[in-house]
């Protein structure tokens, strides 16, 4: 069986190596029956993150570089289409994802005969209860007609083959992985975990990208602009009576 694993990447020069080391120990040395393919996407990071990979790395990784800053998502989609295993696996590389969750998802969806596992991340105590609010207020707006949509699952996870090659065929050009697997209407499983802190640096995922996100969830996968037009135009029509 052979696991890709894609990490998006943006300016973790800090982390980078430390974090490929535990992909090392955790998973591709404990479980040699898999055929491991780790493909890294560097999103235009400013920093070393590049030049590291390049003289530090304890892995052998297909590295994809991006021209500029293109976006969390946009360097998900290009390591999705350079993943060749039978199984893929997205997760971030600043050890918030538990790196010893990855084999517990794919035992999950061999057991259960589920294309897709995907994480559900479990809010904690700690984090600031402003961005707690705004997080839920958003996927509450975001859920109105549109069920599939789960609070908190975010970009790990774990996908089939034939799930992934269904995701390619579309041809959206800003594809919001997160919404769209729930919708395609394969088996889901889904898995909570605790995220855990970052060990080196900062988020690179602020409010501005979280905004930049849920406009685009709002205007694609959810149905509460269609409702508002439709309240609007009845009332206007109404009023015209």
Do not use: C
Not at 10 to 25: K, Q
Not at 99 to 105: G, L, P, R, S
Not at 113 to 126: K, L, Y
């Amino acid at each position: 069986m052979k696991v890709s694993i894609v990490l998006p990447v943006y300016n973790e020069e800090g982390g980078l190596i430390p974090f490929l080391n535990e992909i090392r120990s955790q998973l591709v040395e404990r479980y040699q029956e898999i055929d491991w393919e780790i493909i890294l996407v560097d999103d235009g990071s400013s920093d070393e993150s590049v030049q590291q990979v390049h003289t530090k790395t304890p892995l052998d990784l297909f590295l994809i570089t991006l021209t500029r800053n293109f976006g969390h998502q946009a360097a998900i989609e290009a390591g999705y289409r350079q993943a060749t295993g039978d199984w893929v696996v997205t997760m971030d590389s600043d050890f918030q994802h538990p790196i010893d969750m990855v084999y517990e998802f794919l035992r999950q969806a061999l057991n259960d005969n589920t294309d897709i596992v995907q994480g559900v991340r479990i809010t904690e105590d700690s984090e600031p209860r402003f961005r707690r609010l705004v997080s839920k207020i958003a996927y509450y707006i975001l859920g109105i007609g549109n069920k599939s949509i789960v609070s908190h699952a975010g970009d790990f996870r774990v996908v089939s083959r034939r799930a992934l090659e269904d995701l390619l065929s579309l041809s959206d050009p800003q594809k919001i992985h997160r919404f769209i697997f729930q919708e395609l209407g394969y088996k889901v499983k889904y898995l909570e975990f605790v995220s855990t802190k970052r060990r080196f640096g900062e988020s690179k995922y602020g409010f501005k990208q979280s905004l930049n996100l849920f406009r685009e969830g709002l205007v694609t996968h959810s149905r509460m602009p269609l409702a508002i037009l439709l309240f609007f135009g009845f009332l206007t029509f109404l009023v015209s009576l």
